[in-house]
């Protein structure tokens, strides 16, 4: 029972183009939604958070929409860098909780 | 401190060996977490402490399984009779409780059980 999806395995896109990478979520008992990033032979870093009661969030160029009714969320990369290359893991959480869920990953690849 | 470090990084085992793993979190972190990586998946839960206190458990830790954290500071992982199925990254990560949003993760022990 998969509660975390993330479609694309992987994302090619140019650099200085926008990269959009998409979560869907089944449990509707997440309320706040994280995204990590990895680099090969490192662990996850954390990237962008968004709480439930909002519906996007900014911190330079990345930003992370939320759609709850659609349970599906999206991180935006805007102008995506070479070094943004990386796998995305989407990690939603509930505030019961402290075991975070993670999806399997986007594999994003910024072509110079 | 420099982050949560992690020993080994590679583990080549045999079937049936007992294995163990370390973690030291970010010093002044009280919650520890443990979690396990296979190719193509996200980081899937193990368990989690704060301070010494081990408050969870996933249905994944198996009784082969058990993870220690003595003194709240760092843990460790012990996997016997290990099969070829424990074959993972192994991930640990640390947080405050202030903000437990934010895990803070090591490089990980990659597991080989032949």
């Known amino acids: 029972d998969q509660q975390v999806k993330q479609n694309s395995p992987s994302l090619s896109v140019q650099e200085g183009r926008i990269s959009i990478l998409n979560c869907d979520y089944t449990n509707s008992m997440f309320d706040y939604f994280l995204w990590y990033k990895k680099y090969p032979a490192e662990g996850p870093t954390f990237l962008i958070s968004i709480s439930s009661i909002k519906d996007k969030n900014e911190d330079g160029r990345f930003t992370v929409f939320l759609n709850k009714s659609a349970k599906h969320l999206s991180l935006h990369i805007v102008p995506s860098q070479p070094g943004d290359s990386a796998v995305y893991f989407c990690?939603?959480?509930?505030?019961?909780?402290?075991?975070?869920?993670f999806g399997p990953g986007t594999r994003l690849s910024v072509l110079p | 401190d420099t982050g949560v470090s992690q020993d080994p990084r590679h583990k080549i085992t045999k079937r049936g060996q007992n294995v163990t793993f370390r973690c030291d979190p970010i010093?002044?972190?009280?919650?520890l977490y443990w979690y396990r990586q296979t190719l193509g998946q996200g980081p899937e839960f193990l368990t989690y402490?704060?301070?010494?206190?081990?408050?969870?458990k996933s249905r994944l830790l198996s009784d082969r399984f058990s993870a220690e954290r003595p003194k709240g500071s760092f843990s460790t992982l012990e996997i016997q009779r290990t099969e070829q199925g424990d074959s993972a990254m192994y991930l640990c990560?640390?947080?405050?409780?202030?903000?437990?949003?934010?895990?803070?993760f090591g490089s990980g022990t990659q597991l080989s059980v032949l």
């Open positions: 990560a640390s947080s405050l409780v202030e903000e437990d949003e934010k895990l803070f």
């Open positions: 402490f704060q301070n010494e206190a081990q408050l969870e």
């Open positions: 990690a939603p959480i509930t505030v019961y909780g402290q075991n975070f869920v």
């Open positions: 010093s002044e972190h009280n919650r």
